[in-house]
């Protein structure tokens, strides 16, 4: 029977005298790719819709399925498989191959032929197809042909410029600016040859998703301002890799040559990110080729109390020192950044070294109900055990997101969102203040909530007839409702009631495999609950060790709150934004800082820093192209990849923290990524009861709405000040300017027009932006968390803060 | 002679006032309406059907054909869709003056046509397409819709029909491709004028992705004399498998060009008879026909050998041409063939919408070619090169304007191959150009 269904689905023809059997719907064009026959083409993508406009593609049909033969060539592009089709391509129609050399050759009029110093010569499809599908010679040059010339190239955005005299009209990056990105922001312009693609007047294409034009260009047209020029693709050495900068564990492929990174580009996985990826994930390289990267361990001299080169055995021993004589009164503040082997380094290090469990990933508000939502409800999820996955998002009916702007926080997710929704109308709702141009390109509605109350708007969601939520839905997560206390709770609870699942989505490509490899108080590496005996047991006799700490340790807010009062007097520090700790609490930092000072504080960057500068000993480590790893994503999807430079310099976490510990004499075991994998899986994970839901109840109050007061909504955009995204002034060119958003009541009160300066102030202090309108909730304001230059965390206060708005001269 | 023309869009042209509502009425308008509004809309089709009118936009598809595609069955989701009734009032064609001179002088025959033709296939709103540099005649419809809705002929509930009808007159932006029907509805609903992926068709996801059915003006306006006369009046007129009259419109080198209206068969030799004859030359004496348009510079040009072919869509097709329009241009034998199609060419160069290669590229070659054999430049090798660029082309294009830019080159090629030879021999074109202009008519040399 399930034979019989499969058999009909699929559809038997002829191309080139070869039988091939497709699923229904197929185009011919991809059917024929079934048989090793490639049909040259320009304008066809498989992910894009349709088109036809190139017209390279075309075959006989003399037999369409009905005994009837098409009488002309036609395009496989646009042409759906039929029953007993026959199709003649260039391999075995003379029509057909005369037919592609015909379009070739047009391709080829208005083409200025530069490739010797176009950046696609070498890996163009047009001179590649042009080799194996055109003329060898060019009648058009031979009749003394004029080509159109235009002057080159034009900036469409600070990264993109465009050679229009290269471009062949295919209307592949304006079809996908509209069709997969959302952002129409280019589109043909004129007609005939003078067709062009253009932007519209002081429009600029500030798309987050721009770079991939480039990468889909057939031609040499569309290049980026920070690869135009710099290398040929034969000189490149091209690796696989995973994308460093979100959690979306997006497949990119990174190119280098002598020793640098020239470039990336989208990897194409089905799975996770197709074949697209976000331009911060393209173009942000450059940050570990900025003149701070850290070359050389350092130890602070005793004598002159400043910091020195030192050799690797040196800052071994006086690293391993400094951690004995604090004992046990040490923290651990890891990041996000790491490998899920640096963190089970770091893990196992906290506990076998240190004695600790001291540790916590999170360097951003965080809580303990967090710590258990994570415990309970997310860690050792993956794809094929139940969690949910890109595929879910794509055949959702529902989908819930709250606490996550995934536009901003996670592109591969905004991408696939905005795919279903288009496909099938995928409902997405977001449980946010804001109704933000992202949502609505996924065709999503705003449930408006006041910041601090999400708890409550999530719990009420399961009686909303409107969202029914079910089975079919989907909860999204974000690590910043882990800001408000009973958010994560309600939404747990929300998935018990309604039968949807649940996914948690954090925004930095560590975090997930921090949490699966136990960089929390609360967990040890597989998931293991610390405050399960049977747990610690299990982990101490894989590890061989004789126990396992056995009290919960501090989270990040405990363990500096300890460094200020002198609880703890060592720190291990890595991959954490000094001004994100520093602005923790919002406390003074000049008490922590003079804390930092006094404690022993161990530094694990790959440039210096706020933290490096007050460290007694600081150790270069490798940035992600420097070493193999894995990254977990948001999925709990293992995502492995090679090392692409070889740079002795610096080392991977593993690496230091092994040296560290092997001086201590209390070895972890493992010194390189592999080794460490490979005890991961050992190890494995915890197969005992997890940890308990967290049931923490919300207080569901806001402090705003009194005496004109405002609740801020803010988070951190795609394009930011992050220092990752060091070193590509282009990319942050393209980032969003940054406003005060408010609603049109709130901005009817202050009196100024749309665009002017407004003053936002709240406890740390006071900005000042221009003002827009847009869908807030009533009695909140929306202003961007870390834009560049004018950082709303640092400057103004964390989101929930409540904040006033001025406008008028200040 | 004049009993072979059948005025029955033209009929009136000459009246005073022709279009205005009353001067309609009165000669009978809007009866045909009353008559239709009493019938079931399925016995409309099948009286269109049946009269075998068949499209006058060009490609001659059985008009009550297309309408009977429009899905009705409300339970399926095409047809529980809103239907739309668009004409094709785009006319751009060089050589084709039909439509604009007919809404110029009668545009309420149009109004009511579309009235019964949107009831027929059951559309509550239509929209006319006039091309945009026609402003004059843009007004003029305007006003007869206008006309229309204050007389009751438009609006909600029709005459006590209980049928509502909204007409938006819609002007276009000046493109040639927006006679290209998909690229009409591209430019109706706001979009750039390029043409759209068939499937799906018109009928079934047209404008606003709903059935929709776009005829040119001419069908329309045939439409209520069909209900009005009945539809075996209309089949006893023209050619077995074209049935009925249409508007030829002569221009050119004829003493009085002009639209005639007559049965679909007459041939070109009772045309030029009927205008007068080919122009007097300019030193006084009768000039020959040379090489003619039977519908437009899209259509394969045809020689005196082909003056008696009856220009119904049968005869022209056979002749290895196509009816298309009707629109005649007569050239004499001061004309220049090669100047003439490189004119030709340059208009479909300018017109290319862009979106497929071969029409965008092609033209673009073809008049560079072209121009360098006018000049005497080229080679004989050039003729088969350009031959070799229309094969490229024709069959290739993304919509049937890319075939039309080769057919003046290959049916020029095919009858003057001579000609283009003669100016490469001479260095340059052998003709006088001033001897085929108008002005050359009446007392040039003097």
Redesign the interface.
């Known amino acids: 029977m399930t034979q019989e269904i499969v058999k009909s689905d699929l559809v038997t023809l002829t191309i080139d005298g070869i039988q091939v059997s497709v699923p229904a719907d197929t185009l011919v064009i991809r059917a024929a790719e079934q048989v090793g026959v490639q049909i040259p083409r320009f304008c066809d993508h498989p992910l894009l819709e349709p088109v036809g406009a190139c017209r390279q593609c075309l075959v006989d049909i003399p037999d369409a399925g009905n005994g009837r033969g098409f009488p002309k060539p036609q395009a496989s592009c646009t042409l759906p498989v039929a029953e007993g089709m026959v199709v003649h391509t260039q391999a075995t129609s003379p029509v057909a191959e005369k037919a592609q050399q015909g379009i070739m050759e047009f391709l080829l009029v208005n083409h200025p032929l530069d490739c010797p110093v176009c950046d696609k010569g070498g890996e163009c499809p047009l001179q590649n197809q042009a080799m194996s599908n055109g003329r060898g010679e060019s009648r058009f040059a031979e009749s003394g042909g004029v080509k159109r010339v235009y002057p080159k190239p034009i900036n469409i955005s600070a990264q993109v410029l465009l050679d229009r005299e290269r471009c062949v009209l295919c209307a592949r990056c304006t079809r996908f600016s509209e069709q997969i990105a959302g952002d129409p922001f280019i589109e043909l312009l004129e007609r005939g040859a003078l067709q062009q693609v253009g932007i519209y007047e002081r429009q600029p294409f500030d798309s987050y998703f721009s770079g991939n034009t480039i990468q889909i260009c057939p031609v040499g047209a569309l290049t980026s301002a920070a690869y135009r020029f710099r290398s040929r693709p034969f000189d490149l050495v091209s690796t696989p890799s995973i994308a460093d900068l979100d959690a979306c564990g997006s497949a990119i492929r990174i190119d280098h040559r002598r020793g640098k990174v020239m470039r990336r580009l989208a990897g194409n996985d089905p799975e996770v990110n197709e074949e697209w990826i976000t331009d911060k994930d393209r173009f942000a390289f450059l940050a570990p080729r900025q003149d701070d990267r850290l070359t050389h361990p350092q130890v602070r001299d005793e004598d002159t109390g400043e910091l020195r080169v030192a050799s690797w055995p040196e800052a071994f021993a006086v690293a391993a020192r400094g951690l004995k004589d604090a004992k046990k009164k040490v923290g651990l503040l890891p990041g996000g950044r790491l490998t899920a082997e640096d963190a089970y380094a770091w893990s196992k290090f906290a506990r076998v070294v240190c004695r600790t469990n001291n540790i916590d990933f999170r360097v951003r508000p965080h809580s303990a109900e967090e710590a258990a939502f994570l415990a309970s409800t997310v860690v050792l999820g993956a794809p094929g055990v139940g969690a949910v996955t890109y595929a879910d998002l794509e055949s959702a009916r529902t989908v819930v997101l709250a606490g996550l702007e995934p536009e901003d926080e996670a592109g591969a997710i905004f991408l696939r969102l905005r795919k279903a929704n288009q496909a099938h109308g995928t409902r997405i709702f977001s449980v946010s203040a804001v109704g933000t141009r992202g949502l609505a390109k996924t065709g999503g509605q705003l449930l408006p909530t006041v910041p601090g109350t999400e708890a409550s708007a999530i719990s009420a969601l399961a009686s909303d007839g409107e969202v029914a939520l079910d089975a079919g839905g989907l909860i999204l997560v974000g690590e910043r409702l882990a800001g408000v206390p009973g958010a994560l709770s309600a939404a747990a609870a929300l998935a018990a009631t309604t039968g949807a699942r649940l996914a948690w989505v954090p925004r930095r490509a560590g975090d997930r495999g921090a949490l699966e490899t136990g960089c929390l108080p609360n967990l040890l590496p597989g998931g293991r609950p610390v405050a399960d005996p049977g747990a610690r047991v299990d982990l101490a006799a894989a590890w061989g060790v004789a126990g396992i700490p056995d009290n919960e340790g501090l989270d990040t807010d405990g363990i500096l709150a300890e460094l200020r009062t002198g609880g703890l007097d060592a720190l291990v520090v890595g991959g954490v934004d000094p001004a994100d700790v520093l602005a923790l609490g919002g406390q003074s930092d000049k008490l922590l800082r003079k804390a930092l000072k006094k404690a022993f504080v161990v530094a694990l960057e790959v440039r210096s820093s706020a933290f490096t500068e007050l460290a007694d000993v600081v150790f270069p480590i490798a940035p992600s192209t420097d070493k193999a790893g894995t990254y977990v994503n948001w999925e709990g999807r293992v995502r492995s990849f090679g090392k692409v430079l070889d740079n002795p310099a610096s080392l991977p976490d593993v690496r230091v923290l092994a040296g560290i510990a092997e001086e201590r004499g209390r070895s972890i075991g493992v010194r390189t990524p592999e080794q460490a994998w490979a005890e991961m899986v050992q190890v494995g994970p915890w197969e005992g009861p997890r940890a308990a839901t967290p049931t923490v109840v919300s207080t569901g109050s806001t402090d705003g709405g009194a005496n004109g007061a405002l609740v801020l909504s803010s988070w951190k955009q795609l394009l930011d000040d992050g220092r990752m995204q060091d070193g590509d002034d282009h990319l942050r060119a393209t980032a969003r300017r940054p406003v005060v958003l408010v609603n049109q009541a709130t901005f009817d009160t202050l009196g100024v027009p749309e665009g002017d300066d407004v003053t936002l102030a709240g406890p740390l202090g006071s900005v000042r932006l221009p003002v827009a309108i847009g869908e807030v909730a009533d009695g909140v304001v929306w202003a961007p968390a870390s834009a560049p230059g004018v950082s709303i965390r640092h400057l103004v206060g964390p989101a929930g803060a409540v904040v006033t708005v001025e406008g008028g001269a200040q | 002679m004049t009993d072979v023309l059948t005025p029955v869009l033209t009929a009136d042209w000459g009246t005073p006032e022709s279009w205005k509502l009353n001067v309609y009425e009165a000669a009978g308008g809007y009866g045909a309406l009353k008559k239709a509004l009493g019938m079931a809309p399925d016995d409309i089709i099948t009286a269109v059907k049946d009269s075998g009118l068949r499209g006058r936009g060009g490609a001659g598809f059985p008009t009550g054909m297309k309408w009977s595609f429009i899905p009705q069955d409300a339970s399926t989701e095409a047809g529980g869709k809103p239907k739309y009734l668009v004409v094709n009032a785009d006319e751009s064609e060089p050589g084709t003056c039909k439509d604009i001179p007919l809404m110029m002088a009668t545009p309420h025959t149009l109004v009511e046509g579309v009235i019964i033709s949107s009831y027929a296939i059951r559309a509550n709103t239509a929209f006319i397409y006039i091309r945009g540099e026609v402003l004059h005649v843009i007004r003029r419809v305007q006003a007869a819709v206008s006309e229309a809705y204050l007389a009751g002929h438009l609006g909600k509930n029709i005459h006590g029909s209980g049928y509502d009808l909204d007409v938006v007159v819609h002007a276009g932006a000046g493109?040639y491709?927006c006679g290209e029907e998909t690229a009409l509805l591209e430019g109706l609903e706001g979009r750039?004028g390029q043409p759209r992926?068939r499937p799906p068709f018109p009928a079934v996801a047209g404008l606003y992705a709903s059935p929709t059915v776009i005829n040119n003006v001419e069908s329309i306006a045939s439409v209520p004399s069909i209900i009005g006369n009945g539809a075996a009046w209309f089949s006893s007129m023209g050619t077995e498998k074209s049935k009925g009259f249409g508007i030829f419109s002569l221009s050119g080198h004829v003493n009085v060009p002009g639209q005639y209206e007559a049965p679909l068969g007459i041939t070109l030799r009772q045309l030029i008879d009927l205008a007068g004859g080919i122009r007097t030359g300019a030193g006084g004496q009768q000039m020959g026909l040379k090489f003619w348009t039977p519908g437009g510079s899209s259509t394969p040009i045809l020689t005196q050998a082909h003056l008696d072919v009856p220009l119904d869509f049968e005869g022209v097709g056979e002749a290895g041409s196509m009816l298309g329009t009707r629109a005649l241009q007569i050239f004499d034998e001061t004309t220049c063939v090669v100047r003439a199609v490189l004119r030709w060419t340059e208009f479909y160069?300018?017109?290319?919408?862009?979106?497929?290669?071969?029409c965008?590229?092609?033209?673009?070659?073809l008049t560079?070619?072209l121009t360098?054999l006018e000049n005497g430049e080229?080679s004989a090798e050039?003729l088969d090169?350009l031959l070799?660029?229309c094969?490229?082309?024709l069959?290739?294009?993304?919509c049937a304007l890319g075939d039309g830019a080769t057919s003046p080159i290959t049916s020029s090629i095919q009858y003057f191959r001579d000609e283009y030879l003669a100016h490469l021999e001479h260095g340059g074109c052998p003709f006088d150009p001033m001897a085929s202009t108008a002005f050359a008519t009446v007392g040039a040399n003097q």
Request: proline fraction near 3%; aromatic fraction near 8%.
């Open positions: 493109a491709i750039r992926l160069k300018h017109e290319s919408c862009g979106k497929c290669t071969p965008r590229e092609g033209t673009w070659w560079q070619t360098r080229g050039d090169l070799d660029q094969d490229n082309i069959g290739r294009s993304f």
